[in-house]
């Protein structure tokens, strides 16, 4: 069984940072990312990083302050997230792609609220 466990989220001050991280468990996972969502907004690539961490992609809106990085000895991604803006303001989703099968599974969501 999958599961995913996301942490780091919170309330910060415009210009600030914070680290999300999620800790995926049950299976490997060949691509682990992260989607937010905003109140009456559809949900937002923000990055993804493949199993060797080689290939990394942003969304255009967090390009130049926000970074993806994994850990595949703890099964764990992170996003460093710098440089807030209120419009970053979002519940942030992990969503990891299984090795086999390439099934898709989504972490619960947490928080981020940046204040202006």
């Known amino acids: 069984q999958v599961q995913l466990v996301e942490s780091g989220g919170g309330l910060v001050q415009a210009g600030g940072s914070l680290n999300l991280s999620c800790v995926a468990s049950g299976r490997t996972f060949s691509a682990m990312g992260w989607f937010r969502q905003a109140p009456g907004k559809e949900r937002e690539f923000v990055a993804a990083?493949?199993?060797?961490?080689?290939?990394?992609e942003y969304g255009n809106s967090v390009k130049g302050r926000f970074t993806i990085s994994r850990d595949n000895a703890k099964n764990t991604v992170y996003l460093q997230m710098n440089s807030l803006k209120p419009e970053d303001t979002s519940v942030y989703y992990c969503?990891?792609?299984?090795?086999?099968?390439?099934?898709?599974?989504w972490g619960q969501g947490t928080q981020v609220t940046v204040s202006s």
């Open positions: 969503r990891v792609v299984a090795t086999m099968g390439g099934y898709v599974y």
């Open positions: 990083t493949t199993w060797l961490g080689g290939n990394k």
